[in-house]
């Protein structure tokens, strides 16, 4: 579990095909302080720390986890947002992110606000029930707040320490980004659906 408050930045190293799975090695000042069998926010998606050292860590994303993420569009040198899971004994800042990304959205718009930015996500309609105006999402990983929602788009503003310290500084038009909705949300969107008459 994550708070989508992002710790630091890690930069793709290399890029290993293994079957239909894909093989990351990333360099952060977080892979240091990283065991093996640890969970890790990788732009929003929770993957397993398989190895790491002071130069590095691996991971691996298998074939489900590329279909529904932007992971697959990763190159050598993409910047990539990472948190350590939640600690129980620590502050909920953002809020309850699980890591398991629901669908990838695409810029659509990017603007400069005198010293905020104002970003702009499409993402596919069949979701739209989950976005709400002032609602809670995660893009790749970044606890952030909706709104001009619409059926198939919305708006976030990125306050300057999180522009200036997240990938979203790099963000451009048409990019892909990893999108998980609020988690109670979905809950109440099932439990809805189940007590609709038939």
Known sequence: ????????????????????????????????????????????????????????????????TLKKTNLGSWKKGTIVNLERCLTMNGRLDGHLVQGHVDTVGHCIGKEERNGSHLITFGFNPSFSELVIEKGSIAINGISLTCFDVQPDRFSVAIVPYTYAHTNMKDIVEGDPVNLEFDMMGKYVSKILAYRMPS
């Open 1 to 64: 579990m994550f708070t989508g408050i992002i710790e630091n930045l890690a930069r793709v190293e290399e890029i290993i095909a293994r079957g239909s799975n894909l093989s990351f090695r990333l360099s952060s000042p977080l892979s240091g302080t990283l065991k093996p069998d640890q969970s890790l926010s990788h732009n929003g998606v929770c993957l397993t720390v398989e190895q790491a050292d002071a130069s590095g860590h691996i991971v691996t994303a298998v074939e489900e």
